[in-house]
């Protein structure tokens, strides 16, 4: 009886330490901005790491060096690269064709040893002094293996509210049926424009407050990372998050 619950628990070893995977890991630092890394897979083979790269714009272009392999960030175990799929190796690269162009690719490394927490992933080691060549490369560093930025993404909203001074009083004994005829509805004007006027300064003296756009900035954030977790693009993403102005001359803004 014990020998069978040996072998069962060695048959079920491998999927436990190897099993694993993360989605948008925390990442202390990186440098390129315009590719992210989408999740990490640690199989009893490789670890895989996917990534999501958003061209800014046409004729912008991404290649991946053979040279790219995984670090133990507590450590000094060094893991290479074995194969990548959806991404040229160089001296190919993969050239937008259009703005907001989005490529997802994967990268194999050897596996990672069980109890890894953080990792570096580094496509070429640089100095501080070729950082400013213009060029960036796949450096990710103190990735987290265990915490997910969507973890970050749950806060509270917090409420703000906007007092909006009213209009003047119409005088009393007003007649409107004849101000028309009369010509006075030109008064009417100054009376509109005042109050437009009041709920656009209002709007303006709300998003003038740092902490206030501090807290927006992070709500767009979730925004963004909640719809590309449900499938939208990053481009689709974006023209949604941006389809309406903060401050309008309506009195509306984005929620």
Same mark, same amino acid.
């Given at each position: 009886?014990?020998?069978?619950?040996?072998?069962?628990?060695?048959?079920?070893?491998?999927?436990?330490?190897?099993?694993?995977?993360?989605?948008?890991?925390?990442?202390?630092?990186?440098?390129?901005?315009?590719?992210?890394?989408?999740?990490?897979?640690?199989?009893?083979?490789?670890?895989?790491?996917?990534?999501?790269?958003?061209?800014?714009?046409?004729?912008?272009?991404?290649?991946?060096?053979?040279?790219?392999?995984?670090?133990?960030?507590?450590?000094?175990?060094?893991?290479?690269?074995?194969?990548?799929?959806? =991404?040229?190796?160089?001296?190919?690269?993969?050239?937008?064709?259009?703005? !907001?162009?989005? *490529? +997802? $690719?994967?990268? @194999? #490394?050897?596996?990672?040893?069980?109890?890894?927490?953080? =990792?570096?992933?580094?496509?070429?080691?640089?100095?501080?002094?070729?950082? !400013?060549?213009? *060029? +960036? $490369?796949?450096? @990710? #560093?103190?990735?987290?293996l265990n915490k997910s930025k969507?973890?970050?993404?749950?806060?509270?909203?917090?409420?703000?509210?906007?007092?909006?001074?009213?209009?003047?009083p119409v005088p009393v004994g007003?007649?409107?049926?004849?101000?028309?005829?009369?010509?006075?509805?030109?008064?009417?004007?100054?009376?509109?424009?005042?109050?437009?006027?009041?709920?656009?300064?209002?709007?303006?003296?709300?998003?003038?407050?740092?902490?206030?756009?501090?807290?927006?900035?992070?709500?767009?954030?979730?925004y963004y990372d909640a719809l590309?977790?449900?499938?939208?693009?990053?481009?689709?993403?974006?023209?949604?998050?941006?389809?309406?102005?903060?401050?309008?001359?309506?009195?509306?803004?984005?929620?």
């Amino acid at each position: 009886m014990r020998t069978q619950q040996m072998l069962l628990a060695l048959f079920l070893l491998p999927v436990s330490l190897f099993g694993q995977s993360i989605k948008f890991p925390l990442v202390s630092s990186s440098e390129d901005p315009t590719t992210m890394i989408t999740e990490i897979e640690t199989t009893n083979q490789h670890t895989i790491v996917s990534f999501r790269h958003v061209g800014a714009e046409k004729g912008s272009w991404i290649q991946l060096n053979k040279s790219m392999y995984l670090q133990n960030a507590k450590g000094e175990e060094r893991y290479n690269y074995v194969r990548s799929e959806g =991404i040229p190796l160089r001296p190919e690269r993969f050239v937008a064709t259009k703005d !907001n162009q989005e *490529v +997802n $690719f994967k990268v @194999y #490394f050897e596996k990672l040893k069980p109890g890894t927490q953080e =990792i570096n992933v580094i496509e070429r080691a640089r100095s501080q002094a070729e950082l !400013n060549d213009g *060029v +960036n $490369f796949l450096n @990710y #560093f103190s990735v987290n293996l265990n915490k997910s930025k969507l973890e970050l993404a749950d806060h509270k909203v917090s409420k703000v509210e906007v007092v909006v001074t009213p209009p003047p009083p119409v005088p009393v004994g007003t007649d409107f049926s004849s101000s028309f005829v009369n010509g006075e509805a030109a008064n009417f004007g100054p009376a509109l424009k005042d109050m437009y006027m009041g709920m656009f300064t209002a709007q303006l003296n709300v998003y003038s407050n740092p902490a206030i756009i501090d807290q927006l900035a992070k709500n767009m954030k979730s925004y963004y990372d909640a719809l590309i977790k449900v499938g939208f693009s990053a481009d689709a993403a974006l023209k949604i998050i941006t389809s309406k102005p903060l401050v309008s001359a309506g009195g509306n803004s984005n929620n």
